[in-house]
């Protein structure tokens, strides 16, 4: 067991854990840091991404010796960040997710909500594709994208000071199709 010095939510900790611990392990056995979920453990699902130096990275998949003295932002981190830049209240992420309902079971929300503001964080006014592109690590298992969409499309608007556009996360549908035969 070694002992490393890791920079979570803007603290510089010290903490023990044997070598071949990943991040997550660290952050959630370690240091309590529950908020990453712990899911696959091979990084197909996303639910365990935090931020490093500000971009999203799968902390299952990423060893703690290998971060030292790197900055970690996990979710417990988003709101303390928000308020240290001269904000109010929860980060506009988690503030949008809430009024849109994209919640759902919780178990995705992390990995989503900080892989959101990674983007928002990089693109000033993303497009839905890029949106969908930094979204694309993260599964949700209850299929609540389209909440998830209108949530950072809300949070683009509320940036903007605009009102988002309606259904602009929805496909294209062909209005021009033939109806349905019974």
Request: proline share 5%.
């Amino acid at each position: 067991m070694g002992a490393l010095h890791l920079k979570v939510n803007g603290d510089e900790l010290d903490v023990a854990a044997p070598s071949h611990w990943t991040l997550l392990e660290v952050l959630r056995y370690r240091l309590g840091l529950t908020g990453s979920k712990q899911g696959c453990d091979k990084g197909d699902c996303g639910a365990c991404t935090v931020l490093l130096d500000g971009k999203p990275v799968l902390s299952c998949l990423t060893l703690a010796a290998m971060i030292e003295h790197r900055a970690v932002t996990t979710i417990e981190g988003l709101m303390p960040a928000h308020i240290a830049n001269g904000g109010t209240g929860a980060d506009p992420i988690q503030d949008c997710f809430d009024r849109c309902g994209a919640l759902q079971c919780g178990f995705c929300q992390s990995g989503m909500m900080l892989s959101a503001r990674a983007l928002l964080d990089r693109v000033e006014q993303p497009t839905p594709e890029q949106v969908r592109e930094a979204l694309s690590g993260n599964l949700c298992r209850c299929t609540g994208y389209t909440q998830i969409f209108q949530a950072i499309e809300l949070a683009l608007a509320d940036r903007a000071g605009t009102k988002p556009a309606p259904r602009a996360w929805e496909a294209p549908r062909d209005t021009e199709a033939a109806p349905r035969q019974a």
